[in-house]
C-alpha cells in the first residue's frame, strides 16, 4: 500500500505541476480570427481559446504581438503556443499541434471583369509583372520552395491589398476566412474580387513549443476535442463564419 501511495502521490504532484505552469499564448493582428479592439482581445480563434483556458483550468495569458516574436519564442520556450498558425509540412516538427480550430482555403483573386483565367502556377508566372506575397506567410514559403519565378515579397497584408486596389499587381493571395477583412482595410468589398485558382487549403491550429510537456498538450487535445463532439467549436465556427463551405466546417470540426 505505502508503494500504491507513493505512485499516486507522484501522479497527483505532476499534475499539480503542469496545472500550476503558466502558459504563455501569442496571437497576432490577424482579423477576424485575432485582433484587438479598444485594448480587448477579439476574433475567432481567440474565443475558442479562451473557451480551451476555461475547460482545462489551465492558467494562461493571451498577448498580441508581432507574428515574428510570437513564431521565434513558441519555438525556443517551455509552456509557449501560438495560434491562430496554419500547419505545413514546412513547419511540422516545429511544434506540437491541436487542432485544426479553424479551416479556410488559401485562394488567388483577381479583379472582377479583369478577364483573368488562373488554372494552375503556370498561369500565375505567366500574369505580366509580380505576384506579391507578405514574406512572413506559409503561403510565400511555399510559393519559394515551388520555385516561383514572379514572387515577390511585401512587409504586410496591407501592403499587398494596396497594389491590388492600385493596378499594381493583378492577383492576390489570400485565406477565404481573413478575405473581407483584408478587402476592407483598403476599402474594398468581396463583390469586387473573382476567386481563381486554389492555391492550398488551410487547417489553423494552436502550435504548442515542442518544450511543453506533452501530457499538457494532450489535456488541450482533448478539451478541443470535446468542443468539437458537444457542437461548441461548431457555433463558434458559424457565428464567426457565416460564408464557410460545408467543407471548411467539416475541416475545422475534424477529430484528431
Not at 66 to 79: D, M, S
Amino acid at each position: 500500500m505505502g508503494v500504491v501511495r507513493t505512485i499516486l502521490a507522484v501522479v497527483a504532484c505532476s499534475w499539480a505541476a503542469l496545472s500550476a505552469a503558466q502558459l504563455r499564448l501569442y496571437t497576432e493582428e490577424y482579423r477576424p480570427l485575432s485582433y484587438s479592439e479598444k485594448g480587448v482581445l477579439s476574433g475567432m480563434t481567440v474565443e475558442v481559446v479562451e473557451l480551451l483556458i476555461q475547460r482545462t483550468g489551465q492558467p494562461a495569458h493571451i498577448e498580441l504581438v508581432p507574428w515574428t516574436r510570437g513564431y521565434r519564442q513558441a519555438q525556443r520556450e517551455a509552456n509557449v503556443g501560438l495560434f491562430p498558425t496554419v500547419r505545413t509540412p514546412q513547419r511540422e516538427r516545429n511544434f506540437q499541434w491541436i487542432g485544426p480550430i479553424a479551416a479556410g482555403q488559401t485562394n488567388f483573386y483577381s479583379r472582377v471583369g479583369a478577364g483573368l483565367r488562373i488554372r494552375n502556377l503556370a498561369d500565375v508566372e505567366r500574369l505580366d509583372g509580380v505576384l506579391a506575397v507578405p514574406k512572413l506567410w506559409y503561403s510565400y514559403e511555399v510559393l519559394r520552395e515551388q520555385g516561383l519565378r514572379n514572387l515577390y515579397g511585401v512587409p504586410t497584408p496591407q501592403h499587398m491589398i494596396k497594389m491590388f486596389k492600385h493596378g499594381r499587381v493583378q492577383l492576390i493571395l489570400a485565406n477565404s476566412l481573413a478575405l473581407d477583412e483584408m478587402l476592407a482595410g483598403q476599402g474594398m468589398t468581396r463583390d469586387q474580387v473573382e476567386q481563381q485558382y486554389t492555391l492550398m487549403t488551410n487547417n489553423t491550429y494552436i502550435a504548442f513549443s515542442l518544450n511543453t510537456d506533452a501530457a499538457l498538450v494532450e489535456r488541450w487535445r482533448q478539451a478541443l476535442n470535446e468542443m468539437k463532439r458537444d457542437g461548441s467549436l461548431e457555433r463558434i465556427h458559424r457565428r464567426w463564419f457565416a460564408h464557410a463551405s460545408d467543407e471548411e466546417l467539416a475541416q475545422a470540426l475534424r477529430v484528431e
